[in-house]
């Protein structure tokens, strides 16, 4: 059962996820909280004893500034492939994790939605 606090930060990583163009939102086998765009991951979620924490795909160079702060970490298993996390951000992380979750999102996203993306973002 998920704690109040983690269901809170969940649906905010919901908010930002789902509202970019075909993302969806999968429960993978190990009951992670896994968002795809085409089949690709690129945010993967979970609670475990210490609390919710938050993976991100990223690129080597992003992935080493973020190292570089104090809350963030590689990934388990994945953070050789550039994945970042973060345990239970808190409400100032927000504002830089909106933008990391973007970027994630355009790393695996195919190219025409990345294309809209930029269009409409005007990047």
């Not at 075909?22 to 991951?41: L, V, Y």
């Not at 924490?53 to 160079?61: G, M, Q, V």
Request: hydrophobic content about 35%; overall charge negative.
């Amino acid at each position: 059962m998920k704690s109040l606090e983690s269901e809170s930060i969940l649906e905010k990583l919901r908010e930002i996820c789902l509202s970019m163009p075909e993302a969806i939102e999968h429960i993978d086998g190990f009951g992670h909280n896994t968002f795809k765009i085409n089949g690709k991951s690129f945010v993967i979620s979970g609670e475990s004893e210490n609390g919710f924490s938050l993976s991100f795909k990223s690129d080597r160079e992003t992935q080493e500034i973020l190292l570089q702060k104090e809350h963030f970490y590689k990934t388990p298993y994945i953070g050789q492939h550039g994945w970042v996390s973060i345990q239970n951000p808190v409400e100032e992380d927000w504002e830089e994790l909106k933008d990391l979750l973007q970027e994630a999102y355009l790393r695996a996203a195919p190219k025409r939605l990345v294309k809209e993306w930029n269009e409409l973002h005007k990047r």
